[in-house]
Each structure stands twice: as C-alpha cells, then as structure tokens.
C-alpha cells in the first residue's frame, strides 16, 4: 500500500519547483502488464571511477610506459602501493578485473560488466544525473525521473517506501507521488524517520490533534495551494509510515543485527557509511518495505592529483567489497518461501558518473574521462559477461550491438539509458515510459 | 485605463468606456516552504526553545544540523539548492521537533512568555495564533473553537497549551508562506 493516495497526482514534481507533467497511468500499466517480481538496487560510485583499475582494465605487459604515446594509455599500476599487485583474474575464463575490484571479482560468475559507454561530459552533475535518469540534463538541471523512480512506479505500488535513496539524489518528473524517494543521509537518519514520536500525549488527544489537522486539510486556504495541498497529503502518509513500526529493522546496533553488522563489516559509530547504506539496501527489500534502492557505495572517488595512487585504490576497493558483501548476503536469503534467493529477484546495479583520464597527469592523478563502464547483477542478468568493448587507444567508446552485447560496426555506443530501457523490458515493461528514445540493450539478460 | 481609452477617443463618453469589461487579476505565486534554517528560527522563536538532544558523549546536538543533509539542505558539494518541498521526512521531524519544542516550553520556567501570554483561553489562543501564524482572528471567529476544543482536552493548561502548539507548527500556516 503506497503511503501517498489522497492527492498523490500532485505531489509528484514539487521536487521539481512543481513543474511535473502528471502520471501516465502506472497503475493501470502495472494492472495490465505481466509484470516481473523484480527489485532493484542501484549502487553509486561517487567522484567518477578509474575503469583501469577496475573494471576495464588493460595488461600492463602489453600497454607498456613506452608505448603510452601510441597508446594514450598508462595502466597506473606500478604507481599503486604493494597491496595492490596487476591484472586480477576471476572464476571466469577470460573475465579479467583491475587491481582495485576487491571482493567482487568472487561474483564475476554472477556479473555483466558493460565496457565502452560513453558520457558526453566531464561534468560531475551532468553526469551523475545523466546515469541516475538516462538523460542529458540541460546545463546542470535533471531532465527526465531516476531510473528507480520509473521502477518504483511500475512495480513499487505494494511497497510502504517503493523507493529509498541513501545519499543518492532522486529526480521524478512524470511519476506519481508514492514514486518519489524517501531520501536520506544516513542509516541512522532512517531509523529516526520511521521512529514513532514521542508519547507524551494520551491516545485521545493524538486522536484530536490529528482530527483537527485533517479537518484544517479540508480547508479552501489549503486547497487552493498545490504545496499547501500536498503538505497535508505528506503529514498524513509520514504518520500512516511510522505507524509500521519499521524502524527497528534497520537498527544495526541492535544485538538482532550482530550478524548483518559482521557480514557488511558495519561500523555502528558511522552508520552513514557504505556498509551501513548496504545494509539497509538488503533490509529494505527484503523486509517488504521498498522496491527500489539507491545507496552510496563508494566515496571520494574524485582524485586529480598525487592522492590518485593511494586513496582512489582504496575508496574503490572499499565499494566493490560492500557491494559483494551485498551480493553475497542476497544470495543467501530465501526469496519468499520459492527455491530462488533474493539475488534472483534483485538486478543490481553498479555505476559512476564517468570514467577517470586513461593517462596521469602532471600531479600523478587522473582527471575526467568521457568514456565509463557498468557491471550488473541478480535478478535475470546474464553472469559472467562482458559486454561491450572500449578502444585499445585511448579507450575511447564503442559501439556495441544491443542484442549480442559483443562490439560491432554497426550497433551502437552504449548510454545509460539503453541499460535502463532493458531493465523495464526485463520487468515486462514493453512501452518506453522515461522517452528514452533508444533500444534496450537486451544482451545484458540471459 | 479609462484615461487611455478617452485620450486615445477623445469624443467617447464615460458611459461607453465603462462597459469595458476588466481583466481578472493574475493569481499570485504559490506559497512556498520555508527552509529548514527559517523552521528552525521560527520554532525556536515561538517557543523559546530549539530542537535538540543529547548524543551518545553527553553533548548538546541541534536536531536541525544533524539532520540538514536528510532535510535536503544544500552541502554545497552535491546540492546547491534546498529541496523545499514539504516531503514525508520534512513532515515527519517538523512533528518530532514541535512535540520536543512545545513540550520543553510548556514545562519551562518561560512558560507565560511563549505558550500561556493571556490569562483566557481564548484569548491566549487569538494571542498564540497570531504569534504562530499570524492570523489576527476577532474573538468569536468560528475557527477558534476546533483549537479551543483541543486545549480543553488536556488535564492542565500547560498541556493543553502544549498540544495546541503542536498543533499550530504542523500546520501549513506555520511553515509556508
């Protein structure tokens, strides 16, 4: 049951300064369609990763320091610190990471990476913005929903929160209002949202209160202003949300969560941290309260001078840990009482805003890149895929043929949004409901 | 306009130009939001108290910074702008802050110079209404008797005056305008 019923039409772009075209008619859609069961967890990597070092890597006893004139390519590994060593190889024959992919490397079986996208920026916001909705912002702005926002729209009806986004923006611009993310800065934040209040009034003065401000909500002055309007319809869906008694879910200092705390390698003194974000991703799902969650998976990505080499490494191996903590714990968790887990009902999807320079520059660091890379999971993806291919010089984008997934002349350079498109295909959605105005790319299910 | 109209037709008469019809006013914008340092200022302006707690260490955190990033107040880094819409986070610790608030101040020392200012209650109520929404309502306004009847729930004045003050931030008339 969607919180947001009684004016929800009007809620849904006040993000926007309320310049929302209103619903296409979700419910209807998600009534009609054969819909898929499907959850979605998106995965942030904050600051533009070095694909290099993760997830497009190239073999350093090919692409020599001698060469990198030819090539326009320094693989930067001999820069990192001795913890880090070169090429990692993974359970799939020919599936080769970078130094810094950390513990996902051990799901390579259960991964499509994407390789050879292309961003059309080196703007952090544009961007971001561009992989969370799969269209080009104008200037800085947000065009179009967040992909989980469309997601949440179309399968999101049955959830309490149909999407949740920790330290993600969200954007809806079309959507209804129970679409929307519930957004949060940290775990804790969470947890203090879904806290009931205070009760230091009796039941029948709570009673009173909430009767007068609905009667207030009834009032022209309210009506006659779309804010005023949707702050009523807001107050009423906050109560009806705390009124769950959700948040001790997400409690992970409780001793109920010991073993949550161990598998994601929670910090309880830093629960704004990724492992904790992580955490509460799998909760969310899995405890019926969302459909789709967008969380932080990593930080301080965005390294342009000689802190490329030392902290880069680290915060990228950082998120690929926990987000193969959360792999792990989703593949181990019984999708409602069925055979399959809950990995197998949950696309996971892992992303930046761009790549970082294929060469160092003068400080030792990595500026913006145009090119970028994804890797995929869970529910329906194709494991242990590479699709797509970036160029052996100056790893320029490729195009890349949709149904295949191999590189091919006559395909095309892979966005954001052909990932996005495949995924309402994947959940039984035919229609192009975002406009993103290109095919899926289908490759990426099996 | 009628000015323009005769110079433009100097041989019209008043008459004639008056059965010009006028062109309704164009509405005014809508109301916003305040943002969160606005609620945060008004609220510890009505009560005398702001919204605060004590953390793990024994220290004194003003809920209204710790929580900024979740309000949707702008980082500077990610955000340069506040979400100002009047969400189901924004509504849900506007509620915890005018309880935590309106309590404080009932059971303070300042009780009588933030929530009981008037000896009748209909009075105070006029009185406090007009603090928190500015709304200056004649005595025998009807819209007074919902919130009348709201104190007279209460077993003691300062409660009930509690209540109402809890009342009067979470309504739309405290935080837009």
């Known amino acids: 049951m969607p919180l947001l019923s009684r004016r929800s039409a009007l809620t849904a772009g006040l993000a926007l300064g309320g310049t929302a075209v209103l619903g296409p008619g979700m419910a209807r859609l998600a009534q009609a369609a054969e819909l898929e069961d499907r959850y979605y967890i998106f995965c942030y990597f904050n600051g533009g990763w070095d694909l290099l070092l993760s997830l497009d890597p190239r073999d350093p006893a090919e692409f020599r320091d001698d060469l990198k004139k030819s090539t326009l390519i320094d693989t930067g590994f001999s820069a990192l610190g001795s913890e880090y060593g070169g090429l990692v190889s993974s359970s799939v024959p020919g599936m080769v990471f970078g130094p810094c992919v950390g513990g996902l490397v051990d799901h390579a079986d259960k991964l499509t990476v994407v390789r050879g996208m292309s961003m059309d920026t080196l703007t952090h916001e544009v961007g971001r913005r561009r992989f969370l909705t799969g269209r080009p912002p104008a200037g800085l702005q947000a065009k179009g929903s967040n992909a989980s926002t469309v997601l949440a729209s179309v399968l999101g009806q049955g959830q309490p929160i149909p999407q949740l986004s920790i330290r993600v923006e969200s954007y809806n611009d079309r959507f209804e209002g129970f679409a929307s993310a519930i957004r949060v800065n940290s775990v804790q934040d969470l947890v203090r949202a879904l806290r009931p209040s205070s009760d230091d009034f009796s039941a029948a003065e709570e009673r009173a209160l909430q009767a007068l401000l609905d009667q207030a909500a009834d009032c022209p002055s309210i009506e006659d202003s779309r804010i005023r309007d949707a702050a009523m319809d807001y107050q009423s869906g906050s109560k009806e949300l705390v009124s769950l008694g959700l948040d001790a879910a997400f409690d992970f200092t409780s001793a109920q969560s010991a073993e949550l705390r161990d598998l994601y390698s929670i910090n309880v003194n830093d629960l704004g941290a990724a492992p904790a974000q992580a955490a509460a991703a799998a909760t969310a799902l899995t405890t019926g309260v969302a459909r789709t969650v967008c969380f932080e998976a990593a930080s301080g990505l965005d390294t342009h001078g000689p802190e490329w080499a030392s902290a880069h490494p680290a915060a990228l191996v950082k998120g690929f840990d926990v987000v193969a903590s959360l792999i792990a714990d989703l593949s181990t968790r019984q999708y409602k009482g069925t055979s399959e887990t809950w990995l197998d009902r949950t696309t996971i999807v892992g992303f930046s805003e761009f790549g970082r320079s294929t060469l160092l520059n003068s400080s030792g660091g990595r500026d913006h890149f145009l090119h970028n890379a994804c890797f995929l999971a869970g529910g329906g993806v194709k494991g242990g895929q590479v699709i797509g291919r970036s160029s052996d010089i100056g790893m320029a984008p490729t195009p890349t043929d949709l149904a295949s997934g191999l590189p091919s002349e006559s395909g095309e350079v892979v966005y954001p949004e052909h990932i996005f498109r495949a995924l309402l295909q994947g959940a039984g959605v035919e229609e192009d409901l975002a406009d993103y105005g290109v095919d899926p790319l289908m490759a990426i299910f099996e | ?147 009348l009847n709201l104190y007279g729930l209460s077993e003691t004045p300062e409660r009930g005056w509690a209540l109402v003050c809890v009342g009067l931030i979470t309504h739309p008339d405290f935080y837009t305008y």
Request: charged letters at 25%; a negative charge; proline letters at 5%.
């Open chain 2, 1 to 147: 306009m009628i000015w323009l109209l005769l110079a433009c037709n100097p041989g019209a008469s008043i008459e004639q130009v008056a059965t010009v019809e006028a062109t309704p006013l164009a509405y005014g914008r809508d109301k916003k939001r305040m943002n969160i340092d606005q609620v945060a200022a008004s609220i510890e302006r009505v009560t005398g108290q702001s919204w605060q707690e004590l953390d793990e260490s024994g220290e004194q955190v003003q809920l209204f910074e710790t929580l900024s990033g979740s309000l949707g107040k702008p980082d500077y880094l990610a955000a340069t702008e506040e979400d100002l819409a009047p969400g189901l986070l924004f509504q849900k610790f506007l509620d915890d802050a005018a309880r935590s608030t309106c309590i404080a101040a009932s059971e303070s020392s300042d009780v009588g110079d933030f929530l009981m200012l008037m000896e009748e209650p209909q009075d105070n109520l006029r009185a406090l209404v007009l603090r928190f929404h500015g709304h200056d309502w004649p005595a025998e306004d009807a819209r007074l008797d919902p919130w």
